[in-house]
């Protein structure tokens, strides 16, 4: 009862503290600023406009614990220290080779008015198109001993007229794996980060975390009117987070933008608040594309167990890796190579072996003869998210991929209750969040074990990315969102607009290992059937055109990719099949050109130290007609523009196979018109003439 | 990846594992039947069909804890012990005098297959119309001392195909006060119960609990695919539950039912599965209906708090309760007559006294001064959430009541930040869900004190009602669900198909303190305004007709029914006021006689110890042309129908004040009929001839 009232009420009490002691930050263009306060009861608020708007209403700040006094009200504010940063460091590969990181910083001390020992820090770093805070609690006479953070009290009050968000909910079975919703603020309910959201006049905001390091993720739950609140993933023993001071939060990150690619544009933000490079030389962590033996067992005409339809057989894999070889691929990936698959794996994860190959799999002389071929074996350890049984074997499996030369790791944490089990050593099983502290930890604690053994890992089921990829660069991939697989079996599978969500949603926090590349875009007799299937569906249609595969390549970042589809199918479309073997995966620079969430987006990017750009575009379920100015290109010189676009007819649902392959000159001044298809993408290279 | 063909093979799994060792248990009728199993991995099952279709597909039982070894698999299953019931016991107030309690009863054990010690048995009740289980955990060995539960593993794995769910969401800030959502099974997040369904074939499924004891409420959650699971309101220190062996588990209850009226027929399985009336003799236990202070706070005319519009005046309430005195009704609630209402008291509870009254409310004089009109001043308690507070006032606040005659308490736990202040003995504020552990037993501290002073308790901001008022018959209402103070100033206000909703989802549960009976509809000038409502909205049009308002008396079941509107609201319009005055509130019989979740609902009761029967019908914003057969009604009797329906041209939107009240003669071969309008209701009194 009375809700309203109170809210309404509240929101003036907290609106009405503005007082002498507030504090602020702005951004080195001065459009973003921060301020700090705190409200008549002393709870610790920020707020933030941009350019002179409110873009974030004074917001709570704070959290509680189990059995020591919380931060959240009769707190004072003291500013701490000042700081500013314009600098630029080189990415050993990414969307862009430099990264400028050019901010100003806050740090000040929220501190109990009756005891000012009892305080915690706060740091605030104001980009030009974004910020991030985080807390920093210091050691502590009232912080002793194990501290359980039972809720972080971080709110993110956004204005509520005509708000819009895209978001997957949080907290339920399937990680990261759902369909987008587009709907107003208020409906929302606990959804996961990056969340993004369109103000009534246009201002697009996303709101993540970075540097998810000894924490639990972070998911946001709707708190009364338009409060938006941290939800932190519960261990599976009962509090959010256990540590003990002094210890650091991730950063609450908020990107700012005055329009939909803005935000695609400003997400260095999430490297720049990550720690640097913490491994040193890692030329050994190796962009490239891939091919594999793994779309036959979605489509249910391979298996991962052994029998007759085994998918990882030496002489499958030798087949692959021979195309592979021929047409310019770095890796091929083999799945359901080792000792586990016949079992319920996916209700018990004990049943695998990391280190035995089935008997129809001589791993040894299939990375040899990939490695003789200029090919490397890509490793594939699936967990069914038993992280102890994978932690127990995780140094002896990744001994025997070093020792066979395999750079690259596909992990996999499918888990049946949707939760990792860990097993403690009183033998009682713990079921933990993805993105739990727990899951935290395992994932670190995999990557230094392949870092010493100059291994990149490409985490499937993963915890969410938030920008660890700078300290940790042998990270290389992960899912974390609904990818290709789902176009094979997914009730229903990827609509339209998923790809023209995600570069505004998921791919925001980093690359992902969507494993774009499906050519055959409409189920054949045998697919979907038993044995491989049982109680399956039939194959549904993919729900894209052709032409929007190739533009994926470009669209989704990175920086290893995989061409999906089986060889047969690329071999039946040769001149297509020509795009994916010339784009690259690592890249100088990367522009989002134009876009709207869940409409189309178009984005372009140069080769990392060459002089081809390319250009990937896609839309939702409606055609367009684009034009798309090429100012990005360098200013006198002509380009060849190879355009492979939508063809006549080209219809996501009714005819998905037109593809039109065309050439032309062009320079910087030229506008290129892209005519896309319903659920269709266009995808251009465009390569300097030389001389 | 691959989440649907795990989906599709573990479901597979489970199925298959039906076998020898199955046990089984039908209802009276035999209709229903739960079969409780193992599956492969020898984790607990059951599944429920009705009518030999599956209703719940084989789903998992079990929980787990954090220090103890769980109960998940490794499981064997054996029958103890088998009973029947069929009896009959009397309520000393509800929907129905007499409650039949039929049912067939199965306990099990399931065992370690290791260590037969480590156990826990399910007792099992299956009734014509639902069926309810809960664990029993006996003490042993490996739970020694605390045990903390973090996960109840119980799933209800309903069948997909076109199953549409009504719900609310859980685990928000606003505990029970939300639109209910109407979607596909699949669409749902997680939910607060009783949440309702209408599988494919039409069958109905509600799913709650009952007698929800020293535990922490059960939402549920959507797990992978069609698995909702139970999902624990969490205690503010982390786990779900912290208890010591032997405990008992709530029951978790499931309703089926043909069709949507016989949910609201079946809901006696609440009751019977709750323990007996523990308090002896209840007569002080007073069904009625009552007026208040209240509405004008509402729409902002009047204040809680002290100053010119202060409501709870020794003047104000003596012209209410003379009112209330003229037109026969038993109670007048008055609101903010107590100290704490200036501060701000939604951020911190510790400003509310229970026992000072604010100078010019004369509790004593006004107490007197109603029970010489017999009519008794009803108390009201707003905790703001702070349960500490309540609990070191609460023994003097009881007693003062007590002292003054004072025979009924609302209580209200409005919590600004969405859960309830609980302060421990080091002085460290805790924060709980309101359907959380210490909520539970808080609850319970209230009611056992107020029932040693014979006061009875209508809790507001509640939470969920789980039948306990069969134990605790002084539990006499509460609120916990969106009521009509959301027609003040909801935005949006409740919308027409809210009370279409209601009696087959929150209303499943109990008794609701809806509030209903607002007869000025549209606002007026002032309402809505400063000071009362700083920042607030403009008050909102009422969603109802005048008529339908009448109709929630019958169709919404309280023991105590407000008058909610102003008495000069009520003044203006004599004619369907009589309705109001003339409409019990306690019951020989209720029987649901026709409706669909969300559309419309008619309902008749019989009053208690009497010959008298009410109906009420309401339609959501479709107009509807209702036929109801008065087969009730008591053979060869005559009956004078006194009808109250919508008049020419009514409608919630444009009209709603059009009313037709007129009489006929009927016995129980008629049929009525009853032309709703858009957002309208109509309500009957039915009364014998005499002789």
Do not use: C
Not at 11 to 26: F, I, P
Not at 337 to 358: A, K, M, P, Q
Not at 652 to 680: F, H, K, M, Q
């Amino acid at each position: 009862m009375k809700t309203l009232l109170l809210s309404a009420a509240g929101t003036l009490a907290l609106a009405g503290a503005a007082s002498a002691q507030d504090l602020e930050v702005a951004s080195p263009h001065g459009d973003l600023v921060v301020t700090l306060s705190t409200d008549g009861a002393g709870r610790p608020t920020y707020a933030v406009t941009f350019e002179g708007e409110t873009v974030v209403e004074p917001s709570q700040l704070g959290m509680r614990f189990a059995e020591h006094r919380g931060f959240q009200e009769g707190m004072v504010l003291e500013e701490k220290d000042r700081a500013a940063a314009d600098e630029s460091w080189e990415q050993p590969w990414g969307e862009r080779r430099i990264v400028e990181d050019r901010h100003n910083e806050l740090l000040v001390t929220f501190m109990d008015e009756e005891d000012e020992r009892r305080r915690f820090d706060l740091r605030v770093r104001v980009f030009d198109d974004g910020l991030g805070f985080r807390y920093e609690v210091p050691k502590q006479r009232s912080l002793r001993g194990e501290v359980a953070i039972t809720d972080e009290l971080t709110e993110f009050v956004l204005p509520e007229a005509d708000t819009t968000a895209w978001w997957i909910p949080a907290r339920m079975w399937n990680r990261y794996e759902y369909i987008y919703e587009e709907t107003p603020l208020g409906d929302i309910h606990t959804v996961h980060t990056p969340v993004t959201f369109e103000l009534g006049g246009g201002t697009h905001l996303s709101i993540h975390e970075a540097a998810l390091v000894d924490y639990s993720g972070m998911s946001l739950t709707l708190g009364r009117g338009n409060r938006l609140e941290a939800d932190l993933a519960p261990r599976a023993d009962g509090p959010k987070v256990k540590l003990e001071a002094p210890f650091e939060t991730p950063w609450r990150v908020i990107q700012v933008a005055e329009d939909a690619p803005g935000l695609i544009n400003g997400t260095d933000i999430y490297l720049n608040l990550n720690e640097p490079n913490a491994l040193g030389d890692v030329s050994w962590v190796e962009p490239g594309k891939y091919l594999g033996i793994w779309w036959g067992m979605h489509l249910g005409t391979q298996t991962w167990g052994s029998g007759p339809l085994h998918g990882a057989t030496t002489e499958n894999t030798k087949a692959v890796i021979d195309f592979a070889a021929e047409h310019g691929f770095s890796g091929v990936l083999v799945e359901g190579w080792n000792e586990g698959w016949d079992g319920d794996w996916y209700e018990n994860g004990d049943v695998f072996s990391f280190t035995e190959s089935y008997p129809d799999f001589d791993i040894e002389e299939v990375a040899d003869y990939a490695r003789q071929k200029g090919v490397r074996l890509i490793g594939h350890h699936e967990t069914s998210g038993n992280i102890t049984n994978y932690e127990k074997q995780m140094e002896a499996a990744y001994d025997l991929y070093e020792r066979l030369g395999v750079a690259q790791v596909k992990t996999g944490y499918v888990a049946d209750g949707g939760e990792l089990k860990r097993v403690g050593e009183d033998g009682v099983a713990h079921y933990e969040y993805h993105d739990g502290q727990a899951a935290v930890e395992h994932h670190l604690t995999a990557l230094r074990e392949a870092a010493e053994r100059e291994i990149s890992i490409n985490t499937h089921e993963p915890v969410k990315d938030t920008g660890l990829r700078r300290t940790y660069p042998n990270w290389i991939s992960r899912e974390g969102a609904r990818g290709s697989e789902y176009d094979a079996w997914g009730q229903p599978p990827n609509p339209p607009e998923h790809t023209a969500i995600l570069p505004y949603t998921r791919m925001l926090s980093g690359p992902m290992d969507y494993t774009p590349g499906i050519f055959k875009l409409r189920p054949e007799a045998g697919e979907g059937s038993p044995p491989a299937y049982p109680g399956g569906e039939p194959r549904p249609d993919v729900r894209t055109t052709l032409a929007k595969q190739l533009a994926l390549y470009v669209v989704l970042y990175s920086p290893i990719q995989m061409a999906a589809d089986l060889v047969e199918h690329y071999e039946e479309k040769p001149e297509p099949f020509q795009f994916i073997k010339d784009v690259p995966t690592d890249w100088e620079e990367s522009i989002a050109l134009a876009g709207e969430v869940g409409d189309y987006v178009v984005i372009a990017r140069q080769r990392r130290g060459g002089e081809d750009w390319y250009l990937g575009a896609v839309t939702d379920e409606e055609g367009r007609a684009l034009d798309v100015p090429l100012g990005f290109l360098e200013e006198g010189r002509t380009y060849t523009a190879e355009i492979y676009r939508d063809g006549e007819g080209a219809d996501w649902e009714t005819n998905p196979y037109p593809i039109a392959i065309e050439s032309r000159e062009v320079t910087s001044g030229d506008t290129l018109d892209l005519p896309l298809a319903p659920g269709g993408g266009a995808a251009v290279r465009l390569v300097p003439a030389q001389g």
